[in-house]
């Protein structure tokens, strides 16, 4: 299958600071990139979606200005969590449709916020 | 909106036994559904993934089958064994972003071990 990868896998960084996260599809191009967020024991919950060329799409609760989604290019999509508290600890993890609308998922972003 | 539901939520089960994990959906006019396997800290892996037109999908010991008009699937795992042990989720597609790509909505997940 197609290959989406996601670094850093896990990031320790302390209140105020910004984190980027990126994600790359390596074998295929992906004009939408999709970022969820993943609470201990719980399901996805879609955060935003991004769209190469265009403004991300954000979902309702989700705040634009503190997560900034770029999609540079057909491979890279970025997450930055700006200004980063506590409370955006958490699990972040992106995916990619492929051919035939399969999606790929990126391996996963530990953010731990001191 | 889609709203997509799996059961049971949890499972445990010893070696060897077949299972049959389910995930219902409300709107039938879906483009693909898929399963998924996800284990601790880690990403999502894609198992199986059923066009809408088609029946049913096999890999291995999985088998997946979708049925529309009842708005169900279900994840059959053949000869289970401890190494199965993860969560597997189950996601619906539907409509389409700007960009022309599907809008996955994800099922909370079946957590399942299996014990030796």
């Known amino acids: 299958g197609a290959v989406v990868s996601q670094h850093p896998s896990r990031v320790i960084c302390k209140s105020g600071t910004s984190v980027k996260i990126e994600c790359r599809s390596l074998?295929?191009?992906?004009?939408?990139m999709f970022w969820y967020r993943q609470f201990p024991k719980k399901s996805l919950m879609l955060m935003a979606t991004?769209?190469?060329?265009?403004?991300?799409?954000?979902e309702q609760g989700v705040e634009k200005d503190k997560f900034l989604i770029n999609h540079a290019s057909l491979t890279l999509s970025t997450l930055t969590v700006t200004s980063a508290h506590p409370e955006d600890s958490s699990f972040y993890i992106c995916?990619?449709?492929?051919?035939?609308?399969?999606?790929?998922f990126g391996e996963g972003s530990r953010l731990t916020v001191l | 909106k889609q709203e997509v539901t799996q059961i049971p939520a949890a499972l445990s089960v010893p070696e060897g036994e077949n299972l049959v994990l389910n995930c219902s959906f409300t709107?039938?006019?879906?483009?693909?559904l898929q399963w998924f396997r996800q284990d601790p800290g880690k990403g999502l892996t894609s198992l199986l993934l059923?066009?809408?037109?088609?029946r049913e999908q096999t890999s291995g010991r999985l088998n997946a089958s979708l049925d529309k008009s009842s708005g169900r699937s279900t994840l059959y795992i053949a000869a289970s064994q401890p190494g199965d042990s993860a969560t597997y989720l189950c996601?619906?597609?539907?409509?389409?972003?700007?960009?022309?790509?599907?809008?996955?909505?994800f099922g909370r997940g079946t957590s399942l071990i299996v014990h030796p």
């Open positions: 995916s990619a449709p492929a051919q035939a609308g399969e999606l790929f």
């Open positions: 709107d039938s006019a879906i483009y693909n």
């Open positions: 996601a619906s597609n539907c409509g389409t972003t700007s960009g022309g790509s599907y809008i996955p909505t």
């Open positions: 074998d295929f191009q992906a004009t939408t």
């Open positions: 059923i066009q809408s037109s088609q």
């Open positions: 991004s769209n190469e060329g265009s403004k991300a799409t954000y």
